[in-house]
């Protein structure tokens, strides 16, 4: 990565002068202006999505965070990383967001007890740290320019090539540990189940006693609904 | 186009995330958090891939490829958390992380009586957990 960067800039080092010299911040591009505007969409929505008070809310915003990065890709060129975002995140990582906010009975309406008592504290925090890696990242990339021209860097064919190329290893890895997510998760959801059939087979647990008394004398594990109804 | 750009998107988004993580009260609102800090270094490692890989001679293409694998592990991450969170409520009867404080430090004067009743109380979820 460091060779990388130090043959760039050994390579580059005067074209990237004249193109900061030729590109100023005060004449900006088309694709920096819908860059901006985007961004500021996505910025936006990301702020709402924290400090909203109604849950279902800050979900929707989140949708509106994530499509706002899938567009940010695509004018980085990134088109395969920006479909992937749009499947994975908009796709499927809100949809289990928000199964989770209904299946843990958050409220439809404003609640008023969103935020902790340190919010103050962690607005604190957020500022001081926006303000330091903005101003050292302004500093420090104040003149590099990205060449978007040509062909895409992240077109699906250079990414599958990388991918399939130089990263097979780690693929498969993830594959191993995605299925390890897989088995971890529903061993993790069927917990309870197993731990209510015991408690009416053989102990008796004051935690389970209503899921229990909800199947009375079956003896089998209690159907998902009976034991919502029983954990309540 | 300035790489500043989107370095300072990815930077405010980052903090945005960051004040979320500390200030919400209900999990899955901070897993939400956690998300958002996820996408702000996916941004950084998306826009300085295009960058080094239109200057560089030779790419591995590596940022993307982390991106990827970053965008994977956090679709595992956020299912075992979401597993962790049902689990939770299950056993908790609530999703509000100020309130799980059970392996909090006590301050009470008289300590010693809380301290065992709450080890108790522990013992006695663990009994619960160790049945399940």
Not at chain 1, 27 to 39: D, H, K, R, Y
Not at chain 1, 82 to 90: K, N, P, T
Not at chain 1, 99 to 109: D, K, Q, S, V, Y
Request: glycine fraction near 8%; aromatic fraction near 6%; charged fraction near 15%.
């Amino acid at each position: 990565m460091t060779l990388a960067a130090t043959a760039c800039l050994l390579a580059t080092g005067p074209t990237t002068r004249t193109a900061a010299e030729t590109h100023g911040f005060l004449s900006p591009t088309g694709v920096e202006i819908a860059f901006v505007l985007v961004g500021l969409v996505t910025f936006g929505a990301a702020l709402v999505t924290v400090t909203t008070r109604q849950l279902v809310h800050a979900a929707l915003w989140l949708v509106v965070t994530l499509g706002g990065l899938a567009v940010e890709y695509l004018l980085l060129t990134a088109e395969f990383i920006a479909w992937v975002q749009v499947l994975i995140y908009v796709g499927s990582v809100v949809v289990l967001l928000l199964f989770g906010l209904m299946l843990t009975r958050a409220p439809i309406g404003r609640s008023p007890d969103a935020d902790s008592g340190n919010r103050w504290a962690a607005l604190t925090v957020a500022v001081a740290a926006a303000a330091a890696l903005v101003w050292v990242v302004v500093d420090a990339f104040r003149t590099t320019w990205i060449d978007l021209d040509g062909p895409a860097a992240g077109s699906t064919e250079a990414t599958g090539a990388s991918l399939f190329q130089n990263w097979v290893l780690p693929f498969e890895a993830l594959s191993v540990l995605l299925l390890a997510a897989l088995v971890g998760a529903i061993v993790l959801s069927r917990k309870a189940k197993a731990a209510a059939a015991t408690a009416a087979g053989s102990t008796p647990d004051t935690r389970s006693t209503p899921a229990t008394g909800s199947t009375p004398g079956t003896g089998r594990t209690p159907a998902p609904g009976s034991e919502k109804e029983g954990t309540r | 186009m300035h790489l500043a750009y989107p370095a300072v998107l990815s930077a405010l988004l980052f903090c945005t995330g960051l004040y979320g993580v500390l200030a919400r009260r209900n999990a899955i609102l901070v897993l939400m958090s956690v998300e958002l800090m996820l996408n702000a270094v996916n941004l950084n490692l998306v826009a300085f891939d295009v960058w080094l890989s239109k200057t560089a001679e030779e790419t591995l293409h590596s940022g993307q490829a982390l991106t990827l694998f970053t965008i994977a592990i956090a679709a595992a991450e956020i299912g075992i958390g979401l597993a962790i969170v049902l689990a939770v409520h299950r056993n908790r009867g609530t999703a509000d992380i100020d309130k799980l404080r059970d392996t909090a430090e006590r301050h009470d004067p008289d300590g010693t009586d809380h301290d065992a009743l709450t080890a108790e109380q522990s013992g006695e979820a663990q009994k619960a957990e160790a049945t399940a």
